[in-house]
């Protein structure tokens, strides 16, 4: 086959390898050599440039010719846009080898070590001060919560257990109810209301996580923050099902 020159300075092609079955779509500069093509292809297919073998097949799938001149210019060969490039490895490494990851060595570090490294992300952000190591930024996030922690308090001990309320939330209806619970949980910190709604407007039967914190019906049941919540004469609406 002729090689001739093409112009664009880049191409689309598909990646393929003898090593796994699957296919990867790269965008390359056609001013690399073959020498440095495969060692980018490293990255892709797992095989080390050394022991590459590269074959070009056209966007039908049919076999072109072998990029077997390392340094000759990718763009020399007839490389257009959705052809494929097909790595055959001679390695020793076998079909898969590089897919099942459960095979690869994993590298591990112990926190003493990895405390003491001065390049990682730990490192940086106690350098920086960024994160959980801003002291300042810290202190000033625990005294945002416990201030919101006292209000809400303050907000949940004006509604007693057992008393009709009427809840508002953003972007949705206003729904009735009656509180069953106030106090703290388990699934989020904060005070939270407990409530078992008239109608089955819900999400839960009084239990979240496991954890029962009272009795209803299931999707009667609902946990909001203290300001939304109402006190009041909220009587339950008669939707006559108990006429005939």
């Known amino acids: 086959m002729e090689v001739t020159g093409l112009s664009a300075p880049t191409v689309n092609v598909f990646i393929s390898s003898s090593l796994n079955s699957f296919r990867s779509q790269k965008r390359y500069s056609r001013s690399l050599t ?4 495969k060692c980018k292809l490293q990255l892709v297919v797992g095989s080390p440039a050394s022991c590459m073998e590269l074959e070009l097949y056209g966007p039908d799938d049919k076999f072109y010719c072998k990029l077997d001149q390392d340094d000759a210019l990718l763009g020399s060969y007839p490389v257009d846009d959705g052809c494929r490039i097909h790595v055959i490895d001679h390695s020793g490494a076998r079909l898969g080898e590089y897919e099942d990851i459960s095979k690869v060595e994993k590298y591990e570090i112990s926190q003493e070590a990895y405390e003491q490294r001065q390049d990682s992300i730990r490192s940086f952000l106690k350098r920086n001060k960024l994160g959980r190591f801003n002291e300042e930024e810290r202190a000033q996030q625990e005294a945002e919560n416990s201030q919101r922690l006292i209000e809400e308090e303050a907000q949940a001990s004006t509604i007693p257990v057992g008393s009709r309320c009427e809840v508002r939330t953003p972007g949705q209806p206003p729904r009735k109810g009656t509180v069953m619970y106030v106090g703290l949980t388990d699934f989020k910190p904060g005070y939270w209301i407990g ?10 039967d009084g239990s979240v996580n496991g954890k029962r914190y009272f009795e209803c019906q299931a999707k009667y049941g609902a946990f909001v923050k203290p300001s939304v919540v109402t006190v009041g004469d909220f009587p ?5 099902l108990d006429e005939m």
């Open 34 to 37: 073959v020498a440095e093509f």
């Open 195 to 204: 409530i078992r709604y008239d109608e089955p407007l819900g999400k839960n």
């Open 236 to 240: 339950e609406e008669d939707y006559g």
